[in-house]
């Protein structure tokens, strides 16, 4: 089966996440910081270089994670290479990621916000932490107002700023979310579509995207199209009929 090409289409956010070929560290060893910092300033650097608009982000041992807007089709994928490459040389030599990075096209004002609650809480999930936004690898601190002035690289998405009128009532508000989490069958379509690489939104939205989408955005119905009926038309009056013509 061919594989798909990159899902883009204009002004519209993306959640991505890509796995590493190795974990920076086995489970029983402590979390490699080192390597996490020096990742997680390549992430801000190459955003910045190739004027990706990142939301938020997420680092563990085996994967990073982000959702951004980006502003042309190869933006994204510059940026992940871009990381790619300095992952090569400094930290882990050849191949660094397992696969092509996945990537799901998000609905704003509906499916922003999960996605980016799905991708902040991946530490607690996968039990590295207790609190999300006690994670220094990620974007969450700087949501829920532990991170400083200084740690604060991403651009808030218009989703996050609907939250409240002020910083304190954003942060606050979001803190709430994220502590709750995704209902099971919200966080399972998050994956869904990141894993299978598909756009996640209402018939409005994916009829608009679609104009312009660099390919399908759902994926082909299961099975061979239903069988069409032949439907046989009856004899004119002046041909014999079969019965007439077997008695001929």
Do not use: C
């Not at 974990?23 to 490699?32: G, M």
């Not at 799905?118 to 220094?136: K, N, S």
């Not at 608009?208 to 004899?235: C, H, N, Y």
């Amino acid at each position: 089966m061919a594989r798909l090409s990159r899902l883009y289409a204009p002004d519209t956010p993306q959640l991505v996440q890509v796995r590493f070929t190795r974990p920076l560290a086995p489970p029983n060893e402590a979390t490699p910081a080192d390597k996490l910092d020096l990742l997680a300033g390549w992430l801000r650097d190459a955003a910045r270089e190739n004027h990706v608009p990142v939301h938020g982000w997420m680092l563990l041992n085996d994967r990073l994670a982000l959702l951004a807007t980006p502003p042309d089709k190869t933006g994204l994928a510059r940026t992940v290479q871009a990381v790619g490459r300095r992952f090569a040389t400094r930290i882990q030599k050849g191949r660094v990621f397992s696969e092509r990075y996945r990537s799901a096209l998000l609905q704003p004002g509906a499916w922003v916000l999960p996605a980016l609650i799905w991708l902040e809480r991946l530490p607690v999930q996968l039990g590295y932490v207790d609190d999300a936004g006690r994670w220094p690898w990620s974007s969450a601190a700087q949501h829920t107002g532990l991170a400083s002035a200084a740690a604060r690289w991403t651009t808030e998405h218009a989703d996050y700023w609907h939250q409240g009128n002020t910083p304190f009532e954003r942060q606050a508000h979001y803190r709430r979310l994220l502590e709750q989490g995704l209902p099971a069958t919200q966080a399972r379509r998050v994956e869904e579509a990141l894993f299978g690489q598909w756009a996640l939104g209402d018939e409005a939205f994916l009829a608009r995207i679609g104009r312009d989408s660099t390919r399908r955005l759902l994926p082909a119905k299961r099975g061979r199209p239903p069988r069409q009926t032949v439907v046989e038309s009856e004899p004119r009056s002046d041909e014999p009929r079969e019965e007439d013509a077997s008695s001929a």
